[in-house]
């Protein structure tokens, strides 16, 4: 039996879900999402973009979908910019049908940029942005860990983890999630926010360094209303073990951060 937050879990490589990794230039957390993948019970691949787009790979052969954190195309234009338009542009057509048959998305910091860029977050409106990820309030990148809440969502398969709390890592320039009113009501309305940056007391805070780029209603990570494509700045996949922790040596820490991998997993075996 799986142990929760990241234990191994014992499975046959036939049932272990099958993850693609996408990566480009400029991705350079991708071993680390390889890692915590694995780590969780599933089976993942580097899968380049341009596999996807010269046809040699397709989505249909996986059942989760990654988008890793780095820096892709050198973050040129905007954050994310240059692969959601890659994506939108040449990919549309193999996003939908993934889509439709259920398929399962994660975007990590840059990946969640991409995301949000492409439309698929917050509301699965492909080609259309509803929201945007603005640069950071304190003006600099932060590079550190905070604390993040996970709450009851969309996203059924963490309705484990709700209630939650964890220390994890975030490393980014712009974090800022913003939208307009009319668009954040839509999103409170309909759960669409999965976990938001606390302070020390578990609440929800505007206030830095707690919440380390000014995301308006401290969002930290959010899910389309299908609850199968998620996205979030900080970086799940560098707490997975405990030695990740900077104060992993006072024995008051936890690696917690496997949650969101362990959840994907699960769900993906049921598919």
């Given at each position: 039996?799986?142990?929760?937050?990241?234990?191994?879990?014992?499975?046959?490589?036939?049932?272990?879900?099958?993850?693609?990794?996408?990566i480009t230039d400029?991705?350079?957390?991708?071993?680390?999402?390889?890692?915590?993948?694995?780590?969780?019970?599933?089976?993942?691949?580097?899968?380049?973009?341009?596999?996807?787009?010269?046809?040699?790979?397709?989505?249909?052969?996986?059942?989760?979908?990654?988008?890793?954190?780095?820096?892709a195309y050198g973050d040129d234009v905007a954050?994310?910019?240059?692969l959601a338009v890659e994506l939108i542009s040449f990919l549309k057509d193999q996003l939908t049908d993934y889509i439709n048959k259920e398929g399962l998305i994660l975007g990590v910091c840059n990946g969640f940029q991409v995301l949000v860029r492409?439309?698929?977050?917050?509301?699965?409106?492909l080609g259309r942005m509803d929201a945007t990820l603005a640069q950071n309030e304190s003006g600099h990148f932060e590079c550190r860990f905070v604390k993040i809440k996970i709450e009851k969502s969309q996203a059924k398969l963490l309705?484990?983890?709700?209630?939650?709390?964890?220390?994890?890592?975030?490393?980014?320039?712009?974090?800022?999630?913003?939208t307009t009113p009319q668009n954040l009501e839509k999103m409170e309305k309909q759960k669409l926010v999965f976990c938001r940056y606390s302070d020390e007391g578990d609440r929800k805070t505007q206030k830095y360094p707690a919440n380390p780029?000014?995301?308006?209603?401290?969002?930290?990570?959010?899910?389309?209303?299908?609850?199968?494509?998620?996205?979030?700045?900080?970086?799940?996949?560098?707490?997975?073990?405990?030695?990740?922790?900077?104060?992993?040596?006072?024995?008051?820490?936890e690696a917690k951060g496997g949650f969101i991998f362990e959840g994907m997993i699960k769900f993906a075996k049921q598919k």
């Open positions: 039996m799986a142990k929760a937050y990241g234990g191994d879990i014992s499975l046959s490589p036939m049932l272990k879900p099958k993850v693609a990794i996408l400029g991705t350079n957390c991708d071993e680390e999402l390889y890692y915590a993948f694995e780590k969780n019970g599933g089976d993942p691949e580097y899968v380049h973009v341009n596999e996807l787009r010269d046809k040699s790979q397709n989505l249909k052969n996986y059942k989760i979908l990654a988008l890793p954190g780095g820096f954050s994310g910019k240059i492409t439309g698929l977050l917050p509301f699965g409106n309705d484990t983890y709700a209630g939650q709390t964890l220390d994890i890592a975030v490393n980014h320039g712009e974090g800022k999630f913003y780029n000014g995301s308006i209603n401290a969002i930290a990570g959010v899910c389309d209303p299908t609850g199968r494509t998620l996205g979030l700045m900080p970086h799940p996949e560098k707490i997975v073990d405990l030695t990740q922790h900077p104060n992993w040596r006072r024995g008051n820490v």
